[in-house]
């Protein structure tokens, strides 16, 4: 699998002390601003796009979450703070990078898919991520973290994913891995 997006997810409230304006900085490496949906910051590249997301709490909003101290405006997004919470580091290049970790990662992916609206495909992206993760963990005899993730998840999240994994013929075998069933 392979993507040009990449997506930084900014806590809230954010503990940045310094200013960076981060469009700027990436212009230099050839980055170019997009407002996407007339309102969230993008930037662009021929090899990749780099978007920014905060964990929408409360009600919600469709506006932006103007982040002063980065110089962006980020996406607020339900269900993030699950990949907020459960975090693995991995160093590439020898930089430190911090992730969702991969059982989180496809949850996340299930618990959003049903959500996604319009013909744009993301819908089976998510399952097909969802199913990709799955199975590498699965190849590695990691189930017992999908187990923990998906236990430490409210029920009605939990449900969301057992209607999903029930819909999708290539996900059932999961409701019996996560006692589901």
């Known amino acids: 699998m392979r993507t040009r997006d990449i997506d930084f997810l900014?806590?809230?409230?954010?503990?940045?002390?310094?200013?960076?304006?981060?469009?700027?900085?990436?212009a230099d490496l050839g980055f170019v601003t997009d407002f996407h949906r007339a309102s969230y910051i993008r930037l662009v590249h021929p090899e990749l796009i780099?978007?920014?997301l905060v964990p929408e709490r409360g009600r919600g909003t469709d506006r932006p979450v103007r982040l002063r101290r980065l110089g962006i405006n980020a996406q607020a997004l339900r269900f993030l703070g699950m990949?907020?919470?459960?975090?693995?580091?991995?160093?590439?290049?020898?930089?430190?990078v911090r992730m969702p970790h991969p059982a989180a990662f496809a949850?996340?992916?299930?618990?959003?898919?049903?959500?996604?609206?319009?013909?744009?495909?993301?819908?089976?992206?998510?399952?097909?991520?969802?199913?990709?993760?799955?199975?590498?963990?699965?190849?590695?005899?990691?189930?017992?973290?999908?187990?923990?993730?998906?236990?430490s998840?409210?029920?009605?999240?939990?449900?969301?994913?057992?209607?999903?994994?029930?819909?999708?013929?290539e996900l059932r075998d999961w409701l019996s891995l996560l006692g589901s069933e």
């Open 10 to 26: 900014v806590p809230q409230p954010t503990h940045i002390r310094a200013s960076a304006d981060v469009p700027a900085l990436l």
């Open 153 to 169: 998840m409210p029920p009605r999240w939990q449900a969301r994913i057992r209607q999903e994994l029930k819909a999708r013929q």
């Open 107 to 151: 949850l996340h992916k299930l618990l959003i898919a049903p959500r996604r609206q319009g013909p744009t495909g993301k819908q089976a992206k998510d399952r097909d991520a969802a199913m990709a993760v799955l199975e590498a963990l699965q190849a590695h005899g990691d189930e017992t973290s999908v187990r923990r993730h998906f236990a």
């Open 50 to 52: 780099v978007e920014f």
């Open 83 to 96: 990949l907020e919470e459960h975090t693995i580091t991995a160093t590439l290049e020898g930089i430190p």
